[in-house]
């Protein structure tokens, strides 16, 4: 079974662009969770889909959207991107919404902002 | 609210020595526990999970955990370290308790050497 899929696995923009990153989940998982990590902060909850609807949404400015797809693929966007945003993006995703189901995670997406 | 603390950002054991990371964790809810691998440029892989029933989590390669809620602790442990071991380890906890979900919450992470 393939793992979950994101893209790109790198990108480099320019603050003030917006840049919009793409997870596609294990087959059968419609949950999708975002997670910001970087090395001061951490591991950081974006916001999280299940069944086309964002279920819940972390401390994080209105810049940073998401949406999810009927196949369950999900996409998240920021706009007017700042230094700060710099981080890897990791995408998760689970069988079933809820704290007692595991989270399989992508790679991730490396953004840059210059 | 939910926090977890891992003590020691790094970790150095010989190779064929104990690992013992530690985690504490803080929720108003009994909680779902799980610790995480990150090896260098990838995403977070799960080593084993807390839910309900046995205290004792036996997880993927030779990893095992204590759900101690007396202590309020989730210390990842296995009898014998090898070099392949030397990662970033995450231990998180989760407070849903069924209705909508709050996302998982990270402790800072503990960077595991293996001395040869």
């Known amino acids: 079974k393939a793992g979950v899929t994101q893209t790109p696995r790198y990108l480099i923009k320019t603050r003030g662009q917006q840049v919009t990153l793409s997870c596609s989940p294990i087959s059968g998982h419609r949950s999708v969770s975002w997670y910001q990590q970087t090395p001061g902060q951490g591991l950081q909850f974006l916001f999280e889909?299940?069944?086309?609807?964002?279920?819940n949404k972390g401390n994080f400015p209105g810049r940073f959207s998401g949406r999810q797809f009927s196949n369950s693929r999900s996409e998240m966007n920021v706009s007017t991107l700042e230094l700060g945003d710099s981080a890897l993006y990791l995408c998760?995703?689970?069988?079933?919404?809820?704290?007692?189901?595991?989270?399989?995670f992508g790679n991730g997406t490396r953004l840059t902002v210059t | 609210a939910q926090s977890v603390t891992q003590l020691g950002s790094h970790v150095s054991v010989s190779e064929g020595a104990l690992v013992l990371l530690r985690c504490n964790y803080s929720s108003s809810v009994p909680p779902y526990l799980f610790w995480y691998v990150q090896y260098p440029n990838q995403g977070l892989q799960l080593l084993l999970k807390y839910t309900t029933g046995a205290t004792l989590v036996k997880g993927i390669n030779g990893f095992e955990a204590e759900f101690k809620k007396s202590e309020t602790s989730f210390h990842l442990t296995k009898p014998s370290a090898h070099m392949s071991d030397a990662a970033e380890y995450f231990c998180?906890?989760?407070?849903?308790?069924?209705?909508?979900?709050?996302?998982?919450?990270f402790g800072k992470g503990t960077h595991l050497i293996i001395q040869p």
């Open positions: 998760a995703s689970s069988l079933a919404a809820g704290g007692w189901s595991p989270l399989h």
């Open positions: 998180a906890v989760s407070g849903n308790q069924g209705g909508g979900a709050d996302g998982l919450t």
């Open positions: 889909y299940f069944s086309e609807t964002q279920r």
